[in-house]
């Protein structure tokens, strides 16, 4: 293909509108996964041409359109197999990539805030969550990449938090809007992350000024041992949608969703690494967990990973989380649009 021809096709690929009219017509082909409530667009590419930090640059209105209808988009085919490609990709997005602060896993700093997904074993399951919702600082959007897929399972499934909610019983629903959610974390590195990590500093006075501006009350019981308390709204409003959706960590810090061994080895429930309890302090009953974790399950997407594969979620719209896996697993994950509460 002499220069011009090329030129003019690649111009074609950048400004072509993203609708499944198939390959001949559109090298993007645009679907929609699965037959439940929570599904994600599918961005496949049909032609090597497509270059998809080219093609995100032209279809801004439209990936912001269908990111607010569906919650998540996964971009499919794009050869996106590197660190350094993702990293052009999440830049095509935006410039400002928030760095994992008041850490809840454990994560590897790749690149300018780029991360691994989680450094969690590869038998354990993480929890659906909306990342850092029990923060008052939290990304709006955060996208994965599939640099290595699994062996065996490793999925990311994904919930639609409109949904979720929406599966609750009003009397769920009324209960935690009401009281929101109170937080309690004992950071000490025995058990869960120790706070130098999850504040990343080892600045005393620095942890407790951020404690502060978060609204949240600390304590220290040791050099080495930091207990957190705070609270939360557990029932939002989207604030560019205005729909009401079930965005905190709730469920995925409660006492009941630890492994039997975590709870033998502390001596007092109150020292467990982490914990959540009505607003107002009370305890949240184990049926209304199973409640949540039912909630999840009956919204729940799941989709197998394949190498370049890039999903973007708005991170208020759609929870996360991840299954068991065998085999070597390589996600990464970048976060930007720094939501605050007012």
């Given at each position: 293909m002499n220069t011009n021809v090329r030129k003019k096709s690649l111009a074609g690929v950048f400004s072509s509108k993203p609708i499944a009219t198939g390959f001949d017509e559109n090298p993007v082909a645009v679907s929609v996964w699965g037959q439940g409530s929570t599904r994600p667009l599918v961005?496949?590419?049909?032609?090597?041409?497509?270059?998809?930090t080219e093609w995100v640059k032209h279809q801004k209105e439209f990936i912001e359109e269908k990111l607010r209808q569906h919650g998540a988009i996964l971009f499919r085919n794009f050869r996106i197999h590197s660190v350094p490609a993702f990293q052009k990709l999440v830049q095509s997005f935006s410039e400002d990539t928030m760095a994992y602060t008041q850490r809840s896993s454990p994560r590897t700093a790749i690149s300018d805030n780029i991360y691994t997904s989680t450094d969690h074993p590869a038998d354990q399951e993480i929890n659906m969550h909306n990342e850092l919702s029990y923060s008052a600082h939290w990304p709006m959007k955060i996208m994965f990449c599939c640099v290595q897929s699994p062996a065996q399972g490793g999925e990311t499934p994904i919930a639609d938090s409109r949904e979720v909610y929406k599966c609750l019983r009003k009397e769920t629903q009324d209960r935690f809007r009401e009281k929101g959610i109170m937080y309690q974390r004992n950071l000490s590195g025995k058990l869960g992350l120790p706070w130098t990590e999850v504040f990343q500093t080892r600045d005393p006075k620095e942890v407790e000024r951020a404690c502060e501006k978060s609204g949240m009350q600390f304590a220290w019981k040791g050099p080495d041992h930091l207990e957190i308390k705070w609270t939360r709204p557990a029932v939002v409003q989207h604030p560019r949608t205005g729909e009401t959706i079930w965005f905190n960590h709730g469920f995925f810090f409660n006492a009941h969703n630890l492994d039997a061994m975590v709870h033998e080895v502390v001596d007092n429930e109150a020292n467990l690494p982490f914990n959540t309890f009505y607003g107002d302090g009370s305890p949240i009953e184990k049926d209304i967990i199973e409640e949540l974790r039912e909630a999840y399950n009956q919204t729940k997407c799941v989709f197998p990973w394949q190498q370049g594969d890039c999903i973007l979620l708005d991170n208020m719209l759609v929870a996360h989380g991840r299954h068991p896996f065998a085999g070597e697993r390589k996600i990464i994950?970048?976060?930007?649009?720094?939501?605050?509460?007012a």
């Open positions: 961005c496949t590419a049909q032609a090597n041409e497509v270059i998809l994950v970048a976060m930007w649009e720094p939501n605050a509460e």
